[in-house]
């Protein structure tokens, strides 16, 4: 079963199909999904429901959590944050996208410092990881700001619309974050 998490402004909640208008709203705003790894554009009708539903599969096997991040005092969806567990290797990959009414509030990094606790203290995780694009270093700040460590750059290592993009990966593994709550 998937928790749900409290943080100073926010509610992390696993994702209920009623949050699919507003996923494909926020999700499917070409600044959104311009510098992330995986969101369509246009973000087709039904896809949303589709992911959801997906999330509740992989939240059910421990193979992933998805955790829609509202706001605690209007329950507003405001993006999404989440771990894929890659269960032989005992880590996880931190994602998150934030809509674009909501850039610059520190929602991300807040909602990341909860779920990367998640993934060392509940999970037992050995390792958490991310990426972002290069030309989205507002992400990077937000591994950065939850204490992970730049690992690596990769050159033209992803296609996104046509057009090779440089990732940044950043990584944490678990004595460190131990180190750092002491």
């Not at 998150?96 to 509030?105: D, H, S, T």
């Not at 909602?111 to 958490?128: M, P, S, Y």
């Not at 972002?132 to 939850?146: F, G, I, L, T, Y």
């Given at each position: 079963m998937q928790p749900t998490f409290e943080t100073e402004r926010l509610v992390l909640r696993p994702f209920e199909l009623g949050d699919s208008v507003q996923v494909q709203k926020l999700a499917g705003d070409i600044e959104v999904a311009r510098t992330t790894l995986s969101i369509p554009y246009p973000y087709p009708d039904g896809a949303a429901e589709s992911w959801i539903s997906g999330c509740h599969g992989r939240s059910e096997t421990g193979d992933g959590f998805a955790f829609a991040m509202v706001g605690k005092d209007n329950s507003v969806l405001i993006g999404c944050i989440s771990i894929?567990?890659?269960?032989?290797?005992?880590?996880?990959?931190?994602?998150?996208?934030?809509?674009?009414?909501?850039?610059?509030?520190?929602?991300?990094?807040?909602?990341?410092?909860?779920?990367?606790?998640?993934?060392?203290?509940?999970?037992?995780?050995?390792?958490?990881?991310?990426?972002?694009?290069?030309?989205?270093?507002?992400?990077?700040?937000?591994?950065?700001?939850?204490?992970?460590?730049?690992?690596?750059?990769?050159?033209?290592?992803?296609?996104?619309?046509?057009?090779?993009?440089?990732?940044?990966?950043?990584?944490?593994?678990?004595?460190?974050?131990?180190?750092?709550?002491?």
């Open positions: 894929n567990i890659a269960k032989p290797h005992n880590r996880g990959e931190l994602a998150y996208w934030v809509g674009r009414p909501f850039w610059g509030k520190g929602y991300a990094a807040e909602a990341a410092k909860q779920v990367v606790q998640f993934g060392f203290e509940t999970l037992k995780l050995n390792k958490i990881w991310a990426a972002a694009m290069v030309k989205n270093p507002a992400s990077s700040n937000v591994m950065s700001k939850v204490g992970m460590k730049h690992e690596g750059t990769f050159k033209q290592h992803i296609s996104k619309w046509d057009q090779f993009e440089d990732l940044v990966y950043y990584g944490m593994i678990k004595t460190d974050y131990d180190n750092m709550v002491k």
